[in-house]
């Protein structure tokens, strides 16, 4: 049974960073595209970052483009976020996602997501 675990949710203040970790179990990592996706209270999941197979190639939402970056360890089967200059704006469930299409097919339409994790809470201060 595929499984995505997040980790590395929490509070924070504005101006912070936080780094988030996805480990995924029971399929093979390589194959899929992995990204990010959160959603605040009151609102639709919104596309945060993607990133391809091999870490190639990364795609933003313009609100987190120059804080946030996306990577992969395909050895550790494992994806992060690191987020910086975090805002208040950014408070959230981030959920990690993995799709079998591309990372920018993902990053367009969150239908291609094949496998969600449960997620973990971010929290920004002001």
């Known amino acids: 049974q595929v499984q995505l675990v997040e980790s590395g949710g929490g509070l924070v203040q504005a101006g912070g960073s936080l780094r988030l970790s996805c480990a995924a179990s029971?399929?093979?990592?390589?194959?899929?595209?992995m990204g990010w996706f959160r959603q605040a209270p009151g609102k639709e999941r919104e596309f945060v970052a993607t990133?391809?197979?091999?870490?190639?190639?990364?795609y933003y939402a313009d609100s987190v483009k120059g804080r946030f970056t996306i990577s992969r360890d395909n050895a550790k089967n494992t994806v992060y976020l690191q987020m910086n200059s975090l805002k208040p704006e950014d408070t959230g469930v981030y959920y990690c996602?993995?799709?079998?299409?591309?990372?920018?097919?993902?990053?367009?339409?969150?239908?291609?997501?094949?496998?969600w994790g449960k997620g973990t809470l971010v929290t920004v201060s002001s």
């Open positions: 990133i391809s197979r091999f870490g190639g190639s990364t």
């Open positions: 996602a993995a799709t079998r299409s591309t990372a920018q097919d993902m990053s367009l339409n969150q239908a291609r997501v094949d496998y």
């Open positions: 029971a399929l093979t990592f390589s194959v899929y595209g």
